[in-house]
T-cell receptor, first 113, second 114 residues
C-alpha cells in the first residue's frame, strides 16, 4: 500500500508570507498528526485531526492552523511566517484514532528567508 | 501534560560496542511508550513499543527496551551495535487517556564507526 505522502517536498518562503503543506494519508487511516521537526528540538506536536475534527493541539500560536478533508487528507497552514518556522514538517497516520502506532511521511522542508 | 527527556544528545560508538540510550518521561498515569528511529535519508519508523505486560520489549534489528515504572524510564539497549545503526533515535510517550497525542523527546544521534 502507498505510504503517507506529503507535498511539497521543499518550500521556500519569505518572512510574513503564508505556507500551505499537504498530507495524503494511507488508505483507511482516519487520524492525521502534524509535527514540526526543527534542528535540535526533536519532534514537536502541532495538530491532530480525526474524522475531520481537530482533536488536540500543541503549544503553537494560532497562526499555525489546519484542516482535514472528507477523504482524510489534511492541510497545514502557517501564516505570517517567521524565520524560526524553518523546519521539517512531518505528517503521520495511525490506523484508527488512538492506535498509537504512527506511520510518518517523508516531510515537507520549509525554509523561511 | 506529559513530557519526555532524552539524556544523550549525541552518542559515538565503535562497532560491536553495547548501546544504552536513556529516556525518562513525566506523567503520573498509565502511558504507552515508543522508540522511533530515523535513518539518514529515510522516514521516521517505529523501532519498538510498550503498551502493557512484560516490561522488557523487543523490537526490530536486535533492539530492546525496558520499562521501569518506578523510575519513569524506558531505556533503549542493543548488545552490539553495527555501522548501519547510525541514525537518530526518538523516545515518545502517550498518556493512556483519550484525546492525548504522542509526545517525542528531542532525539539522540547515534554515530557508529566501523
Amino acid at each position: 500500500e502507498a505510504g503517507v505522502t506529503q507535498s511539497p517536498t521543499h518550500l521556500i518562503k519569505t518572512r510574513g508570507q503564508q505556507a500551505t503543506l499537504r498530507c495524503s494519508p494511507i488508505s483507511g487511516h482516519t487520524s492525521v498528526y502534524w509535527y514540526q521537526q526543527a534542528l535540535g528540538l526533536g519532534l514537536q506536536f502541532l495538530l491532530w485531526y480525526d474524522e475531520g475534527e481537530e482533536r488536540n493541539r500543541g503549544n503553537f500560536p494560532p497562526r499555525f492552523s489546519g484542516r482535514q478533508f472528507p477523504n482524510y487528507s489534511s492541510e497545514l497552514n502557517v501564516n505570517a511566517l517567521e524565520l524560526e518556522d524553518s523546519a521539517l514538517y512531518l505528517c503521520a497516520n495511525d490506523r484508527y484514532s488512538g492506535a498509537n502506532v504512527l506511520t510518518f511521511g517523508a516531510g515537507s522542508r520549509l525554509t523561511v528567508l | 501534560a506529559q513530557s519526555v527527556s532524552q539524556h544523550n544528545h549525541h552518542v559515538i560508538l565503535s562497532e560491536a560496542a553495547s548501546l544504552e540510550l536513556g529516556c525518562n518521561y513525566s506523567y503520573g498515569g498509565t502511558v504507552n511508550l515508543f522508540w522511533y528511529v530515523q535513518y539518514p535519508g529515510q522516514h521516521l519508523q517505529l523501532l519498538l513499543k510498550y503498551f502493557s505486560g512484560d516490561p522488557l520489549v523487543k523490537g526490530i534489528k536486535g533492539f530492546e527496551a525496558e520499562f521501569i515504572k518506578s523510575k519513569f524510564s524506558f531505556n533503549l539497549r542493543k548488545p552490539s551495535v553495527q555501522w548501519s545503526d547510525t541514525a537518530e533515535y526518538f523516545c515518545a510517550v502517550r498518556a493512556n487517556q483519550a484525546g492525548t497525542a504522542l509526545i517525542f523527546g528531542k532525539g539522540t544521534t547515534l554515530s557508529v564507526s566501523s
